[in-house]
């Protein structure tokens, strides 16, 4: 994402972000979005600030199902509440969500969406929204709308939402192997990513951890954790070359933007 648009247009997307969910880490997920417009860069920011700042994860893993498609199809509907809600705040987010609804075209996600939202979903997701609501019994697709009235409610929205999820699933086609449910964000917000201009989440403070984890002992020269660690994995079968214990990193993490654009400008010299 940074070099995809100018530095201060980023800086000014993520300020309203944290200004729309009154959170000063709310565009900490800014850096994943993988929007090629202005436009889909703002309804990313947009779903963040929605996310943050009506979603409660600890509710949502409450009454969320066990059985993984069930998970789905509750997961999808929770994102179906916070675009509901999107829609009917700000003129802006409402034309940012429509227009750019990413690449999930989830089927119960959009029915959610109509159902909830009073809002037809945004073009290319509707009609699958439709095939499913002529799949389920006539009864199942109109109990749907009765979770509106519980839209800023999430405890409520939640138990109503799982036990509509337990009737309907059986009754929903398994797209698993197209690659299964999704929704667009994941919903629970990245806290353990620094905040782009946290001091305490610097890219040098970050190196400094790992050099002080690769030191290997402390001052009675007894073996550190990441030693012990290491020999752990070795004793249960790590072997070189192996991708089992590998950690992948955002580079976001790992170096501020400005870095991260002069590191690329070398690659390109070499």
Not at 254 to 263: D, I, M, N
């Amino acid at each position: 994402m940074p070099g995809v648009f100018p530095d201060r247009l980023f800086d000014a997307v993520g300020a309203c972000t944290r200004a729309l969910a009154g959170l000063p880490d709310a565009d900490a997920g800014l850096d994943s979005a993988d929007a090629a417009s202005l436009g889909g860069l703002r309804a990313h920011a947009d779903r963040l600030a929605l996310r943050r700042r009506f979603h409660d994860a600890a509710v949502h893993l409450t009454h969320q199902p066990k059985e993984d498609r069930a998970a789905a199809c509750f997961d999808a509907i929770e994102q179906a509440r916070l675009d509901a809600i999107g829609v009917h705040w700000l003129a802006g987010v409402t034309r940012n969500l429509l227009a750019h609804p990413g690449q999930d075209e989830d089927a119960v996600r959009w029915l959610a969406f109509e159902s909830i939202g009073r809002h037809q979903a945004p073009s290319g997701r509707h009609e699958s929204a439709d095939r499913l609501r002529r799949t389920l019994p006539p009864a199942l697709a109109d109990r749907l709308a009765t979770l509106a009235p519980h839209l800023h409610d999430q405890a409520a929205f939640a138990a109503a939402a799982a036990a509509w999820v337990r009737d309907a699933v059986r009754h929903i086609p398994d797209a698993r192997g197209a690659g299964g449910p999704r929704v667009m964000l994941p919903l629970r917000a990245p806290r353990h990513l620094p905040r782009r201009g946290n001091p305490g989440g610097t890219a040098a403070a970050l190196r400094k951890k790992e050099a002080n984890e690769r030191a290997g002992a402390d001052g009675d020269g007894r073996a550190s954790g990441a030693n012990m660690d290491l020999r752990a994995a070795s004793n249960q079968g790590y072997r070189a070359y192996t991708t089992a214990h590998d950690r992948v990193v955002n580079a976001a993490i790992l170096a501020r933007r400005h870095e991260l654009a002069e590191l690329r400008k070398k690659l390109m010299l070499n």
